[in-house]
Protein backbone atom coordinates (compact mmCIF):
# COMPACT_ATOMS: atom_id res chain seq x y z
CA UNK A 1 0.00 0.00 0.00
CA UNK A 2 1.25 3.55 -0.84
CA UNK A 3 1.75 5.41 2.12
CA UNK A 4 0.28 8.39 3.31
CA UNK A 5 2.73 10.88 2.02
CA UNK A 6 2.86 9.47 -1.55
CA UNK A 7 -0.89 9.60 -1.63
CA UNK A 8 -1.01 13.12 -0.58
CA UNK A 9 1.67 14.48 -2.34
CA UNK A 10 2.69 12.15 -4.76
CA UNK A 11 6.16 10.62 -4.97
CA UNK A 12 8.44 11.19 -2.19
CA UNK A 13 11.23 13.07 -2.62
CA UNK A 14 14.77 11.48 -3.13
CA UNK A 15 17.88 13.00 -2.38
CA UNK A 16 20.81 12.69 -4.69
CA UNK A 17 23.73 11.80 -3.11
CA UNK A 18 27.26 11.59 -4.92
CA UNK A 19 29.63 10.15 -2.54
CA UNK A 20 32.88 11.52 -4.35
CA UNK A 21 36.44 10.84 -3.47
CA UNK A 22 36.67 14.92 -3.08
CA UNK A 23 33.44 15.97 -2.16
CA UNK A 24 30.65 14.76 -1.07
CA UNK A 25 27.37 16.41 -3.06
CA UNK A 26 23.48 16.34 -2.11
CA UNK A 27 20.71 17.78 -4.16
CA UNK A 28 16.74 17.79 -3.42
CA UNK A 29 14.78 18.51 -6.34
CA UNK A 30 10.66 19.16 -6.00
CA UNK A 31 9.35 17.86 -9.13
CA UNK A 32 5.72 18.85 -10.62
CA UNK A 33 4.24 18.05 -13.94
CA UNK A 34 7.76 17.79 -15.34
CA UNK A 35 9.22 20.82 -13.73
CA UNK A 36 12.03 20.53 -11.56
CA UNK A 37 12.60 23.23 -8.75
CA UNK A 38 15.81 23.06 -6.69
CA UNK A 39 14.85 22.29 -2.96
CA UNK A 40 18.14 21.51 -1.33
CA UNK A 41 21.98 21.32 -2.30
CA UNK A 42 25.04 20.88 -0.06
CA UNK A 43 28.90 20.45 -0.84
CA UNK A 44 31.35 18.74 1.46
CA UNK A 45 34.87 18.30 1.06
CA UNK A 46 36.53 15.26 2.18
CA UNK A 47 39.85 14.82 3.80
CA UNK A 48 42.23 12.93 1.31
CA UNK A 49 43.05 9.51 1.03
CA UNK A 50 39.17 8.50 2.56
CA UNK A 51 38.20 6.91 -0.74
CA UNK A 52 40.96 5.63 -2.92
CA UNK A 53 39.99 4.04 -5.85
CA UNK A 54 36.20 4.28 -5.31
CA UNK A 55 37.13 2.23 -2.26
CA UNK A 56 35.75 3.65 1.01
CA UNK A 57 39.38 3.24 3.36
CA UNK A 58 37.38 5.43 6.56
CA UNK A 59 34.25 4.53 6.20
CA UNK A 60 33.34 6.09 9.92
CA UNK A 61 34.87 9.64 8.45
CA UNK A 62 32.84 9.50 5.33
CA UNK A 63 29.53 9.10 7.54
CA UNK A 64 30.86 11.56 9.69
CA UNK A 65 30.95 13.67 7.04
CA UNK A 66 27.66 12.89 5.44
CA UNK A 67 26.22 13.51 8.12
CA UNK A 68 27.13 16.88 9.06
CA UNK A 69 26.27 17.56 5.35
CA UNK A 70 22.82 16.84 5.57
CA UNK A 71 22.70 18.84 8.97
CA UNK A 72 23.91 21.73 7.40
CA UNK A 73 21.88 21.80 4.53
CA UNK A 74 18.61 21.32 6.27
CA UNK A 75 17.90 18.03 5.01
CA UNK A 76 15.10 16.32 6.37
CA UNK A 77 14.17 13.85 3.46
CA UNK A 78 15.84 9.98 4.20
CA UNK A 79 15.15 8.12 1.22
CA UNK A 80 18.64 8.47 -1.58
CA UNK A 81 19.30 7.54 -4.66
CA UNK A 82 23.33 6.85 -4.39
CA UNK A 83 25.78 6.21 -7.46
CA UNK A 84 28.88 4.39 -7.71
CA UNK A 85 31.39 3.68 -10.91
CA UNK A 86 34.86 2.39 -11.85
CA UNK A 87 35.42 -0.26 -14.26
CA UNK A 88 36.58 -2.45 -11.63
CA UNK A 89 32.80 -2.60 -10.39
CA UNK A 90 31.01 -1.31 -12.82
CA UNK A 91 30.17 -3.43 -15.94
CA UNK A 92 27.93 -1.44 -18.95
CA UNK A 93 27.79 -4.05 -22.08
CA UNK A 94 25.24 -3.14 -25.45
CA UNK A 95 24.53 -6.50 -26.53
CA UNK A 96 22.11 -8.04 -29.57
CA UNK A 97 20.17 -10.98 -27.97
CA UNK A 98 17.11 -12.68 -29.46
CA UNK A 99 13.73 -10.60 -29.30
CA UNK A 100 11.76 -11.68 -26.38
CA UNK A 101 9.66 -9.87 -23.81
CA UNK A 102 10.95 -7.84 -20.54
CA UNK A 103 9.44 -10.45 -18.68
CA UNK A 104 11.14 -13.51 -20.58
CA UNK A 105 14.54 -11.62 -20.81
CA UNK A 106 14.19 -11.08 -16.64
CA UNK A 107 14.30 -14.81 -16.85
CA UNK A 108 17.20 -15.16 -18.62
CA UNK A 109 19.35 -12.26 -18.10
CA UNK A 110 21.39 -14.07 -15.47
CA UNK A 111 22.29 -16.40 -17.97
CA UNK A 112 22.93 -13.94 -20.96
CA UNK A 113 24.98 -11.97 -19.09
CA UNK A 114 27.37 -14.41 -17.93
CA UNK A 115 28.50 -14.38 -21.44
CA UNK A 116 29.05 -10.51 -21.02
CA UNK A 117 30.63 -10.07 -17.96
CA UNK A 118 33.90 -10.43 -16.92
CA UNK A 119 33.08 -10.99 -13.19
CA UNK A 120 31.36 -13.92 -11.40
CA UNK A 121 27.46 -13.86 -11.84
CA UNK A 122 27.15 -14.23 -8.27
CA UNK A 123 29.33 -11.96 -7.03
CA UNK A 124 27.05 -8.98 -9.41
CA UNK A 125 23.61 -7.20 -9.39
CA UNK A 126 22.91 -6.85 -12.55
CA UNK A 127 19.85 -4.84 -14.35
CA UNK A 128 18.89 -4.27 -17.75
CA UNK A 129 17.34 -2.40 -20.20
CA UNK A 130 15.62 -3.46 -23.95
CA UNK A 131 16.78 -0.60 -26.21
CA UNK A 132 14.73 -1.64 -28.97
CA UNK A 133 15.07 -3.55 -32.50
CA UNK A 134 18.64 -4.86 -33.69
CA UNK A 135 19.52 -4.46 -37.07
CA UNK A 136 20.06 -8.34 -37.66
CA UNK A 137 16.34 -9.74 -37.66
CA UNK A 138 14.77 -11.07 -34.81
CA UNK A 139 17.14 -9.18 -32.68
CA UNK A 140 17.19 -6.47 -30.22
CA UNK A 141 19.64 -4.67 -28.96
CA UNK A 142 19.97 -4.56 -24.60
CA UNK A 143 22.16 -2.36 -22.27
CA UNK A 144 23.42 -4.83 -19.81
CA UNK A 145 24.56 -3.31 -16.15
CA UNK A 146 26.76 -5.61 -13.71
CA UNK A 147 27.55 -3.86 -10.42
CA UNK A 148 29.55 -5.68 -8.00
CA UNK A 149 27.83 -6.53 -4.79
CA UNK A 150 29.97 -5.58 -2.34
CA UNK A 151 30.48 -2.26 -4.14
CA UNK A 152 26.96 -1.28 -3.30
CA UNK A 153 27.43 -2.72 -0.15
CA UNK A 154 30.23 -0.55 0.93
CA UNK A 155 27.95 3.11 -0.56
CA UNK A 156 24.76 1.51 0.91
CA UNK A 157 26.26 0.66 4.13
CA UNK A 158 27.68 4.16 5.01
CA UNK A 159 24.61 5.70 3.59
CA UNK A 160 22.14 4.37 6.03
CA UNK A 161 25.32 4.61 9.04
CA UNK A 162 24.41 8.50 8.38
CA UNK A 163 20.64 7.60 9.24
CA UNK A 164 19.63 7.55 5.29
CA UNK A 165 17.24 5.19 3.43
CA UNK A 166 19.20 3.91 0.42
CA UNK A 167 16.20 3.03 -2.58
CA UNK A 168 17.94 3.32 -5.37
CA UNK A 169 21.60 2.63 -6.58
CA UNK A 170 22.60 4.19 -9.78
CA UNK A 171 25.66 4.36 -11.98
CA UNK A 172 27.65 7.68 -12.60
CA UNK A 173 27.67 7.86 -15.97
CA UNK A 174 23.26 7.61 -15.99
CA UNK A 175 22.88 10.16 -13.20
CA UNK A 176 25.17 12.46 -16.38
CA UNK A 177 22.33 10.95 -19.03
CA UNK A 178 19.42 11.60 -16.72
CA UNK A 179 20.79 15.43 -15.94
CA UNK A 180 21.70 15.88 -19.45
CA UNK A 181 18.10 14.71 -20.80
CA UNK A 182 16.65 17.40 -18.36
CA UNK A 183 18.85 20.15 -19.47
CA UNK A 184 19.56 19.85 -23.04
CA UNK A 185 17.01 19.85 -26.12
CA UNK A 186 18.13 19.10 -29.61
CA UNK A 187 19.70 15.59 -28.91
CA UNK A 188 18.50 14.23 -32.23
CA UNK A 189 21.10 13.63 -35.11
CA UNK A 190 23.90 14.43 -32.52
CA UNK A 191 26.86 12.27 -31.16
CA UNK A 192 27.30 14.01 -27.67
CA UNK A 193 30.16 12.84 -25.22
CA UNK A 194 28.96 13.39 -21.49
CA UNK A 195 32.47 13.73 -19.96
CA UNK A 196 32.98 14.03 -16.29
CA UNK A 197 36.10 14.64 -14.20
CA UNK A 198 36.30 14.20 -10.35
CA UNK A 199 39.36 13.80 -8.47
CA UNK A 200 40.25 9.91 -8.93
CA UNK A 201 37.55 8.92 -11.79
CA UNK A 202 36.65 9.90 -15.31
CA UNK A 203 32.79 9.26 -16.89
CA UNK A 204 32.23 8.96 -19.77
CA UNK A 205 28.93 8.42 -21.83
CA UNK A 206 28.40 8.69 -25.22
CA UNK A 207 24.80 9.59 -26.80
CA UNK A 208 23.61 8.91 -30.22
CA UNK A 209 20.48 10.49 -30.85
CA UNK A 210 20.11 10.62 -27.14
CA UNK A 211 20.60 7.01 -26.45
CA UNK A 212 24.07 5.37 -24.93
CA UNK A 213 25.74 4.13 -27.47
CA UNK A 214 29.46 3.96 -25.16
CA UNK A 215 30.35 4.64 -21.68
CA UNK A 216 33.73 4.05 -19.93
CA UNK A 217 35.30 4.66 -16.32
CA UNK A 218 38.98 5.58 -16.10
CA UNK A 219 40.78 5.98 -12.89
CA UNK A 220 42.54 8.97 -13.32
CA UNK A 221 41.35 12.69 -12.60
CA UNK A 222 42.24 15.75 -10.93
CA UNK A 223 43.83 14.53 -8.24
CA UNK A 224 46.76 13.42 -11.17
CA UNK A 225 46.74 17.62 -11.31
CA UNK A 226 47.14 18.19 -7.57
CA UNK A 227 49.91 15.94 -7.30
CA UNK A 228 52.33 17.54 -10.36
CA UNK A 229 51.86 20.54 -8.24
CA UNK A 230 53.05 19.08 -4.68
CA UNK A 231 56.21 17.73 -6.50
CA UNK A 232 56.77 20.36 -8.68
CA UNK A 233 56.41 23.10 -6.29
CA UNK A 234 57.52 20.75 -2.64
CA UNK A 235 54.23 21.79 -1.46
CA UNK A 236 51.50 20.30 0.82
CA UNK A 237 48.64 18.82 -0.78
CA UNK A 238 46.28 21.54 0.81
CA UNK A 239 48.33 24.35 -1.08
CA UNK A 240 47.94 22.61 -4.09
CA UNK A 241 44.13 22.65 -3.95
CA UNK A 242 44.82 26.47 -3.67
CA UNK A 243 47.08 26.58 -6.23
CA UNK A 244 44.77 25.21 -8.36
CA UNK A 245 41.92 27.19 -7.74
CA UNK A 246 44.29 30.41 -8.67
CA UNK A 247 45.45 31.60 -4.94
CA UNK A 248 49.00 32.27 -4.60
CA UNK A 249 50.54 29.95 -2.12
CA UNK A 250 53.93 29.96 -0.49
CA UNK A 251 55.30 32.51 -3.47
CA UNK A 252 53.93 30.31 -6.31
CA UNK A 253 51.69 32.32 -8.20
CA UNK A 254 48.90 30.72 -10.24
CA UNK A 255 50.70 31.95 -13.57
CA UNK A 256 54.03 29.92 -12.24
CA UNK A 257 51.46 26.84 -12.34
CA UNK A 258 50.56 27.16 -15.85
CA UNK A 259 52.96 24.96 -17.33
CA UNK A 260 53.04 22.27 -15.20
CA UNK A 261 49.39 21.96 -14.98
CA UNK A 262 49.19 22.02 -18.91
CA UNK A 263 51.39 19.08 -19.19
CA UNK A 264 49.33 17.17 -15.87
CA UNK A 265 46.10 17.84 -18.40
CA UNK A 266 47.94 15.75 -20.87
CA UNK A 267 47.36 12.84 -18.84
CA UNK A 268 44.17 12.82 -18.54
CA UNK A 269 43.06 14.25 -22.13
CA UNK A 270 45.42 11.37 -23.94
CA UNK A 271 42.74 8.57 -21.29
CA UNK A 272 39.98 10.82 -22.54
CA UNK A 273 41.06 10.83 -26.28
CA UNK A 274 42.22 6.89 -26.17
CA UNK A 275 38.28 6.34 -25.24
CA UNK A 276 36.92 8.51 -27.86
CA UNK A 277 39.39 6.43 -30.49
CA UNK A 278 37.79 3.28 -28.98
CA UNK A 279 34.04 4.39 -29.84
CA UNK A 280 35.38 5.56 -33.10
CA UNK A 281 36.77 2.10 -34.10
CA UNK A 282 33.67 0.67 -32.84
CA UNK A 283 31.00 2.64 -34.52
CA UNK A 284 32.22 2.36 -38.41
CA UNK A 285 34.16 6.05 -37.32
CA UNK A 286 31.10 7.99 -36.31
CA UNK A 287 32.27 11.65 -34.98
CA UNK A 288 31.56 13.29 -31.96
CA UNK A 289 29.77 17.08 -32.43
CA UNK A 290 29.84 18.13 -28.78
CA UNK A 291 31.39 17.31 -25.87
CA UNK A 292 29.37 18.46 -22.37
CA UNK A 293 32.52 18.54 -19.27
CA UNK A 294 31.44 18.50 -15.77
CA UNK A 295 33.19 17.38 -12.91
CA UNK A 296 35.46 19.66 -10.84
CA UNK A 297 38.36 19.41 -13.01
CA UNK A 298 36.03 21.24 -15.48
CA UNK A 299 36.65 23.94 -13.31
CA UNK A 300 40.50 24.11 -13.82
CA UNK A 301 41.62 26.74 -15.52
CA UNK A 302 42.29 26.26 -19.31
CA UNK A 303 41.56 22.49 -18.80
CA UNK A 304 38.40 22.93 -20.85
CA UNK A 305 40.01 24.72 -24.15
CA UNK A 306 43.39 22.22 -24.00
CA UNK A 307 40.60 19.38 -24.21
CA UNK A 308 38.83 20.91 -26.70
CA UNK A 309 41.95 21.87 -29.08
CA UNK A 310 43.61 18.39 -28.25
CA UNK A 311 40.87 16.32 -29.41
CA UNK A 312 39.37 18.80 -32.00
CA UNK A 313 35.61 18.99 -30.63
CA UNK A 314 33.82 21.98 -29.05
CA UNK A 315 33.62 21.53 -25.39
CA UNK A 316 30.84 22.76 -23.12
CA UNK A 317 30.97 22.95 -19.98
CA UNK A 318 27.75 21.72 -18.57
CA UNK A 319 24.80 23.89 -17.16
CA UNK A 320 22.80 21.32 -14.77
CA UNK A 321 20.61 23.90 -13.26
CA UNK A 322 19.48 25.17 -16.77
CA UNK A 323 15.94 23.90 -16.80
CA UNK A 324 15.68 23.82 -13.27
CA UNK A 325 13.53 26.61 -11.35
CA UNK A 326 15.97 27.73 -8.82
CA UNK A 327 14.53 30.01 -6.38
CA UNK A 328 15.63 33.20 -5.24
CA UNK A 329 17.17 32.41 -1.77
CA UNK A 330 19.94 30.69 -3.18
CA UNK A 331 23.12 32.15 -3.87
CA UNK A 332 23.13 32.22 -7.94
CA UNK A 333 26.89 32.87 -8.09
CA UNK A 334 27.76 30.42 -5.87
CA UNK A 335 25.81 27.80 -7.51
CA UNK A 336 27.14 28.28 -10.93
CA UNK A 337 30.75 28.38 -9.91
CA UNK A 338 29.93 25.06 -8.20
CA UNK A 339 26.86 23.08 -10.82
CA UNK A 340 29.91 21.40 -12.74
CA UNK A 341 30.54 19.21 -9.52
CA UNK A 342 26.85 18.10 -8.57
CA UNK A 343 25.97 17.24 -12.10
CA UNK A 344 25.67 13.43 -10.71
CA UNK A 345 23.96 14.72 -7.73
CA UNK A 346 21.41 16.37 -9.49
CA UNK A 347 20.87 13.15 -11.90
CA UNK A 348 20.66 10.95 -8.83
CA UNK A 349 18.37 13.57 -7.31
CA UNK A 350 15.89 13.09 -10.46
CA UNK A 351 15.58 9.34 -9.83
CA UNK A 352 12.15 7.86 -7.95
CA UNK A 353 11.25 4.51 -7.22
CA UNK A 354 10.17 2.71 -9.82
CA UNK A 355 10.35 5.03 -12.34
CA UNK A 356 13.26 2.59 -14.49
N1 LIG B 1 37.69 25.81 -8.42
C1 LIG B 1 38.44 24.78 -8.80
N2 LIG B 1 39.51 24.98 -9.56
C2 LIG B 1 40.25 23.95 -9.97
N3 LIG B 1 40.05 22.67 -9.63
C3 LIG B 1 39.00 22.40 -8.87
C4 LIG B 1 38.14 23.43 -8.40
N4 LIG B 1 37.20 22.87 -7.66
C5 LIG B 1 37.45 21.55 -7.66
N5 LIG B 1 38.52 21.26 -8.39
C6 LIG B 1 39.10 19.92 -8.61
O1 LIG B 1 38.09 19.01 -9.00
C7 LIG B 1 38.32 17.73 -8.45
C8 LIG B 1 37.10 17.30 -7.66
O2 LIG B 1 36.00 17.21 -8.51
P1 LIG B 1 34.69 16.38 -8.10
O3 LIG B 1 34.06 16.97 -6.91
O4 LIG B 1 33.89 16.28 -9.34
O5 LIG B 1 35.35 14.98 -7.71
P2 LIG B 1 34.73 13.78 -6.89
O6 LIG B 1 33.40 13.46 -7.46
O7 LIG B 1 34.78 14.07 -5.45
O8 LIG B 1 35.80 12.65 -7.20
P3 LIG B 1 35.68 11.21 -7.91
O9 LIG B 1 34.28 11.02 -8.39
O10 LIG B 1 36.66 11.26 -9.02
O11 LIG B 1 36.08 10.26 -6.84
C9 LIG B 1 39.54 17.85 -7.55
O12 LIG B 1 40.66 17.36 -8.24
C10 LIG B 1 39.65 19.35 -7.31
O13 LIG B 1 40.96 19.76 -7.10
MG1 LIG C 1 32.62 12.15 -8.88
Known amino acids: MKDLQTLL ?70 DVALSVSGHSSVIIKRVSLPQMTENELEDQIRFEAEQYIPFDIEDVSLD ?19 VKKDKINEYVMVAKEAGLNPVIVDVDAFALENMYELNYEG ?6 ALVNIGASMININILKDGISVFTRDSSVGGHLLTEALQKEFT ?24 SVLNSAFEDIITEIARSFDYFRDTTNYENIDDIILSGGVALTKHFAKSLSERVGINVNIVEPFKNIEVPETFDKEYLE ?18 DK
Open 128 to 146: FQILGPAEEENMMDVLIVA
Open 235 to 258: ISYANAEKLKQQEPVEGVSPDDSI
Open 337 to 354: KMSPIVSVAVGLAMRRVG
Open 187 to 192: REGKNV
Open 9 to 78: FGKKDILGLDIGSKHIKVVQLKERKGVYRLERLGISTLQPELIVDGSILDSAQVVAAIKELISNSDIKAK
